[in-house]
């Protein structure tokens, strides 16, 4: 029997080589997203919801990339602020691609310069959770509450406005136990983060302003001159002007999705007299 042809024997490797790079070339690029993995009304691993999750899903489908959500372990709160547990490391290890609900430059601290925030596409705030009141503002808070407590969580942002502006407080160790010491009655109000109230699905007093040092919009992060920022930042704009956006909001319970003029800084907390004058 002849032997077969060199070239004959090569053929069918050559062929599932090309197989295999066709596949590979086919396969859609990946938009990997840091959350945290119960963070609701942000994101939820367990359930696969939360409105960073749907909207950044939405996202990844508009530019043509497979949606991989990369979830990271919830840390021990200390404020409502840091519950978010930005993970910044992930991101410039390149083990995910976007962090989301970033609140401002200030979050980014000694990382500001290799992390490009995208435009604000909502925004949150120290909200008053208080049944009984339609309208209120900051400055009438202390009379609202007068000969009672409100409600906050320990060391948080809250807390120290709580201190400055005089309120009878009382600390809880948790979001749903702020609201719950409202709701039997241990306190008048909570002063409590607006996702956090979200979560809970409960409503704050609508017709209230925070003051500039409580408030925050809330921004895409991604790796510092990535070309993806200026897409993501192009896909957000779509989403909000299709109205996606307010949909999976609305969904979730964020109302707040108008950027604020002007948001919390060092000078901000100083007036509210958090630090000293």
């Not at 396969?27 to 939820?44: F, I, K, T």
């Not at 691609?97 to 909502?122: E, H, M, N, T």
Request: charged share 25%; with cysteine; net charge negative.
């Amino acid at each position: 029997m002849s032997a077969v042809p060199a070239a004959r024997r090569r053929a069918p490797v050559a062929l599932a080589l090309a197989l295999l790079l066709s596949a590979v070339s086919s396969r859609a690029e990946e938009l990997r997203v840091c959350m945290v993995e119960d963070d609701l009304p942000r994101a939820h691993r367990v359930e696969g919801s939360g409105f960073d999750h749907d909207l950044f899903r939405e996202a990844a489908e508009r530019l043509g990339r497979d949606f991989v959500p990369v979830w990271r372990p919830k840390a021990p709160p200390y404020s409502e602020i840091d519950d978010t547990d930005l993970p910044f490391d992930t991101l410039l290890e390149r083990g995910c691609d976007v962090v989301p609900s970033v609140p401002g430059q200030l979050a980014l601290g000694r990382l500001d310069g290799a992390i490009d925030l995208s435009p604000p596409y909502y925004a949150a705030a120290f909200e008053i959770y208080m049944p009984s009141a339609e309208s209120l503002d900051w400055a009438g808070l202390p009379a609202a509450v007068a000969g009672r407590k409100a409600a906050v969580r320990l060391q948080s942002l809250a807390h120290f406005a709580a201190q400055a502006a005089g309120l009878d407080w009382t600390s809880q160790p948790s979001a749903a136990e702020v609201v719950a010491a409202v709701d039997d009655g241990q306190a008048a109000a909570a002063l409590i983060f607006g996702p956090a109230l979200a979560s809970l699905g409960k409503d704050p007093v609508r017709d209230f302003e925070p003051p500039a040092g409580l408030r925050f919009n809330e921004h895409a992060a991604v790796r510092a001159g990535d070309g993806l920022g200026d897409e993501l930042a192009r896909t957000l704009q779509d989403l909000r002007r299709d109205g996606t956006l307010a949909r999976l909001a609305t969904r979730y319970g964020i109302f707040r999705l108008e950027p604020f003029p002007t948001v919390s800084s060092p000078e901000a907390i100083r007036a509210l007299g958090i630090g000293g004058p």
